[in-house]
Every structure is written in C-alpha cells, then in structure tokens.
C-alpha cells in the first residue's frame, strides 16, 4: 500500500511541475522543474506521514544545505567555463569539488 501512495503522490507532483515547467520560457529551464522539486515535495510529503514532522524537518534541512552545495556547484561550473574558457565536460568534473566540499563544510557546522 505504501507503494501505491508514493507512486500516485510521485507521479500528481511531478504532472504539477512539469505543467508548470512546460509554461515557461525558455524551455531550458523546463527541465529544472521537471524533476528535483517533485520529488523533493513526495519524499517530504511521505516522511510526514511515516516518520513525522520532526523528521521531515530535518530532512528538508538537508535538502537545502544540498540544493544551495548545487548552486555553488553551478557558479563554480559557469565560471570556469565563460571566464577560463574550459571545455564543459572538464569543468563539469573539476567543480563536482566545489559540491563535495560545500555540501561536507554544510553538514558539519549546521547539520550535525
């Protein structure tokens, strides 16, 4: 049954955002919408109703300390590829770096 509660509550959020996403322009940010909020939204929704609020607090700390590790991830990216002229497969991996780093630097000293 939990199955089934996942699925339909995954699959209503994920057809809200993506009617959401396919409203914008330009499309490329589309994809931004499609998937990562969704299923952030399911998962918190369900750890409310299996674990309760405490928890789901906790884990939407968590998701924000790694959402804001991404955004410092996709700073670090554009930089190396507009500024330095890197090829973007190489800045890819070299700021994958910056992510680890802030998503760990996150976790010690407001998460722990």
Not at 31 to 51: E, M
Not at 73 to 87: D, G, H, N, S
Request: hydrophobic share 65%; with cysteine.
């Amino acid at each position: 049954m939990s199955y089934l509660f996942r699925f339909l509550i995954g699959g209503s959020v994920v057809c809200a955002f993506a009617s959401l996403a396919d409203a914008l322009k330009p499309k490329t940010l589309a994809g931004i919408f499609g998937a990562a909020p969704s299923v952030a939204l399911a998962t918190l929704a369900l750890t409310v109703a299996q674990d309760g609020k405490m928890f789901a607090a906790e884990e939407a700390r968590s998701m924000m300390a790694g959402a804001a590790a991404f955004v410092l991830y996709a700073f670090a990216c554009l930089q190396l590829i507009a500024r330095l002229r890197w090829r973007v497969f190489h800045a890819a991996l070299a700021s994958l770096a910056v992510w680890f780093t802030s998503a760990a630097a996150l976790w010690f000293f407001l998460l722990r």
